[in-house]
């Protein structure tokens, strides 16, 4: 689902700024130093007197009081004209606060969509048209090398969701894994399955059951060791839970961490359910609580 598949960007994105940088810098010309440490910054871009501005992810390089460059992740799966024009927002707002380079770059999973934002966007101010940096599937270097996996499981993660059909992709990703701490093994293993397309998800479970390979992550052996009865209540509680983000975000309704986190760890299918039915009438996305 979109808001599975957007999750995990976020997460692997805001996990492993370098990477993503890397991938902006391969595809456009843009200064973002190279050896300079990122830190997560509040993603709150205010251009009062309109409304506050949320991008997905912000980190700053350099002296917080006097950062050197702004760089903006935004993860996209569709086409959406009114989030199109909200990124020279981001630019222009973020720019006047701080006075440096500021970069947006668009990750999206879909290859559409990434060429969609990675045309020119054209803005009522004479003068000012924003390049906007996106990165798509055929941005993402096939990782078939297992030291260039197991240095960089970010991209590796990343190049199962674009090439994960491709011959050897999977193996070198878990045989790259092999080399990481369990810690991290699990959390790479989890954001490629949760990034990756229902087919390559299924090779994912078929590689972690078979003997030949160990369960190295626990998301994967929590995911796939329940009986068949309980995989499948599972994933019913799953599917309405992405269900009802989905419809929120179709409607605009804002979601914030709380409230997703509240969808996200309830376990009750019927009151998920019940929620479901709330989300497409609701004014206010908590109010699906009430329902």
Known sequence: MPSQRHDAAKDLAADSPQTIARLVRMKADVEIRPDAPFRMEKNEVNDRPSTDLF???VFSQGFPSHPSGIFVVEVQHGKDEGKRRQIPRYAAALWLFHRCTTIIAVFSPDQAAADYYSEPIATELPGYTFPPVAIGPKDIPLVEDVDTAAADPALAALSVMAHGT??????????????????????????????????????????????????????AKEHFSKGREEGREEGVIHERASAILDILHARGKAVDDGIRARITACTDGEKLRTWLFAAATVENAEDIFDA
């Open 166 to 219: 491709a011959p050897g992709v999977l193996e070198t990703f878990m045989e790259g894994l092999t080399r990481l701490e369990a810690s991290d093994s699990s959390k790479y293993y989890e954001y490629a399955y949760r990034l990756a397309s229902q087919q390559v998800k299924n090779n994912l479970e078929a590689a972690v059951s078979s003997s030949a390979w160990p369960v190295y992550s626990p998301f």
């Open 55 to 57: 991008p997905d992810i």
